[in-house]
T-cell receptor, first 109, second 113 residues
Framework: GENVEQHPSTLSVQEGDSAVIKCTYSDSASNYFPWYKQELGKGPQLIIDIRSNVGEKKDQRIAVTLNKTAKHFSLHITETQPEDSAVYFCAAHRNQFYFGTGTSLTVIP | DGGITQSPKYLFRKEGQNVTLSCEQNLNHDAMYWYRQDPGQGLRLIYYSQIVNDFQKGDIAEGYSVSREKKESFPLTVTSAQKNPTAFYLC????????????FGPGTRLTVT
């Protein structure tokens, strides 16, 4: 089955700096790659996604890039704010969703 | 959390007892899912259902059971056969087809002692 690896597991940045989280996947047939933000004690919220026929997608301060050849995709958050502090999960869809192990992001004011 | 509700938020049970977790959605989604979340392990799929009266096992179905009698509801029973049931349980739903967006409920934290 699909295997999704996510790095780093923890990330601390100064407010205003950029944060980058990277994921790799193993199954070239995976075709949809969402990113979720999870705050403590809550369910994950979909923040951005990308399909396999697109290389990059942006939504205000958040962007996702996909390299199908290398089988990796990344989340980029610019101008980070304290409210961006949360755990972020990547996932790959191949018949079902396969999730990375999460990145705990801390934005230091 | 959208239109997905899970109840209760916290649940405590004694070892050896079965317990049922509720999940209801009003998004008119055909597909519903149950995941288990443990610290440092991401989300693991327990069961999923794409249509009423049909469901499939996920990666960690042993010790769990589900039913899908109504489109809106997908309850999960954690049986006494589940060796390590203490975890955070998340229900999700999505449209079946080209649109894969999956939306999650707020979760139920189950503690078994």
């Amino acid at each position: 089955g699909e295997n999704v690896e996510q790095h780093p597991s923890t990330l601390s940045v100064q407010e205003g700096d950029s944060a980058v989280i990277k994921c790799t996947y193993s199954d070239s047939a995976s075709n949809y790659f969402p990113w979720y933000k999870q705050e403590l004690g809550k369910g994950p919220q979909l923040i951005i996604d990308i399909r396999s026929n697109v290389g990059e997608k942006k939504d205000q301060r958040i962007a996702v890039t996909l390299n199908k050849t290398a089988k990796h995709f990344s989340l980029h958050i610019t101008e980070t704010q304290p409210e961006d502090s949360a755990v972020y999960f990547c996932a790959a869809h191949r018949n079902q969703f396969y999730f990375g192990t999460g990145t705990s992001l801390t934005v230091i004011p | 959390d959208g239109g997905i509700t899970q109840s209760p938020k916290y649940l405590f049970r004694k070892e050896g007892q079965n317990v049922t977790l509720s999940c209801e959605q009003n998004l008119n989604h055909d597909a519903m899912y149950w995941y288990r979340q443990d610290p440092g392990q991401g989300l693991r799929l327990i069961y999923y259902s794409q249509i009423v009266n049909d469901f499939q096992k996920g990666d960690i179905a042993e010790g769990y059971s589900v039913s899908r009698e109504k489109k809106e509801s997908f309850p999960l029973t954690v049986t006494s056969a589940q060796k390590n049931p203490t975890a955070f349980y998340l229900c999700a739903s999505s449209i079946v087809g080209d649109s894969y967006e999956q939306y999650f409920g707020p979760g139920t934290r189950l503690t078994v002692t």
